[in-house]
Every structure is written in C-alpha cells, then in structure tokens.
C-alpha cells in the first residue's frame, strides 16, 4: 500500500499568513494526488485534484504542486473560514489511503 | 443539485451485520464510479471500498471479505453491506461520488455506525 505522510500534523497561523502542508508518498504516485479540506462535522470538501487543479468554485488563494512523491497544498492568505483539517489522498492505485491530516487553528 | 443521503447506521453487537444505503439525486447515477469511507471519531479518512460503473469492485485488506459494495441504477442507490463487524469499524461512513476528474467530488453527511456490546 502506498503511504501518505503529511507534515506538519499540526499548524497554527494567524489570518492573513501563507501556508503550506506538504504531502509525500513512499512511492510515485505521478500527479494522482488530490487534496480534501474538512471542518469539524462535516463531509470532506474536494478542494484540488490531478496535484494542482483547482476544484471549480474553490478559491484561487488555495493552489497545490508536486508530482512523484513529493506535493504541497499552499492557501495565500488565509482566511477565517480556511481553519479546518487537510488532507491528501492518492488515487494511483488501490487501495486509495489518505495522509493522516493537518490540523490547521487560529493562533 | 447533487445529493448523497446515508442511511442505515446504527449500534450492533460484535460480529453483527448492518447494510448501508446511500440515496443519490441530481446526476445520472449510473454513469459515475461510488466510493465509501469512514472515519472513526476524531480520526482521519480511511478508504472502504468502490463501485465503477460496470460493478467492479475494490476493497483494501482491512474490510476485504467482510464488507461488499453494491449498486441499483434503477433506484438510484449504493449500498454497503458489512458482516463480521469489529469494533474498529466503529466511525461515521461517507459515500462519495467520483466526478469528471476522477476524483471525489460530492459526499454524503454521513451515517454512524457503532460496533459493540
């Protein structure tokens, strides 16, 4: 099976500040990665998918890279409602698995 | 509108049996692949199983031979049925559609399912 690590598992920032979670395989997974934000409650929320496309209707302050075994998910600016947990997940092969999530609060 | 409604959760003693259901709308249902998972309370996500369009299916090791995934295009509706229920099954399950892109685009709230006695 192919893992996922997702680093850090926890952040805090403040509104405003740049982000970035990072996401690596423990083997190449080309760009079958997409990235998942959920709050407390809810269903996941797609947010981008093939590494770096934009889900329609997400904001463009969220933006993805990477291929191989290394990915990041980047948020701009954030925002109060961006305080959520992320997570990535492969879809080169099965089984599908997900990082263990990040966890990102208000400081 | 797309919708994915649960149904079917509930709590069963160990080594019991319960059927998911999962009620689509607002897509043609027979055209999209369907995907489960779960998350065990305060966990993350764990994959359970897909359906393509054609009744393939797919299922990691932890539920493989345990857990079968099912579809009526008549009725607009997935299905999980789970025998030999462990406690670690225990977590809120999700279905999930798979989009245009390949990947999970609209999911269901969720439907709860408690394994013990």
């Known amino acids: 099976d192919i893992q996922l690590t997702q680093s850090p598992s926890f952040l805090s920032a403040s509104v405003g500040d740049r982000v970035t979670i990072t996401c690596r395989a423990s083997?190449?997974?080309?760009?079958?990665l997409a990235w998942y934000q959920q709050k407390p409650g809810k269903a996941p929320k797609l947010l981008i998918y093939?590494?770096?496309t934009l889900q329609s209707g997400v904001p463009s302050r969220f933006s993805g890279s990477g291929s191989g075994t290394e990915f990041t998910l980047t948020i701009s600016s954030l925002q109060p409602e961006d305080f959520a947990t992320y997570y990535c997940?492969?879809?080169?092969?099965?089984?599908?698995?997900f990082g263990q999530g990040t966890r990102l609060e208000i400081k | 509108e797309v919708q994915l409604v649960e149904s079917g959760g509930g709590l069963v003693q160990p080594g019991g049996s319960l059927r998911l259901s999962c009620a689509a709308s607002?897509?043609?249902?027979?055209?999209?692949?369907m995907h489960w998972v779960r998350q065990a309370t305060g966990k993350g996500l764990e994959w359970v199983s897909a359906?393509?369009?054609?009744?393939?299916?797919y299922y990691p090791g932890s539920v493989k031979g345990r857990f079968t995934i099912s579809r009526e295009n008549a009725k607009n509706s997935l299905y999980l049925q789970m025998n030999s229920l462990r406690a670690g099954d225990t977590a809120v399950y999700y279905c999930?559609?798979?989009?245009?892109?390949?990947?999970?685009?609209?999911w269901g709230q969720g439907t709860l399912v408690t394994v013990s006695s």
């Open positions: 997940q492969q879809l080169n092969s099965y089984p599908i698995t």
């Open positions: 093939a590494a770096s």
């Open positions: 607002g897509f043609t249902f027979s055209s999209y692949d």
């Open positions: 359906i393509g369009t054609a009744g393939d299916t």
């Open positions: 999930a559609r798979v989009g245009s892109s390949g990947y999970q685009d609209y």
């Open positions: 083997q190449g997974i080309s760009s079958y």
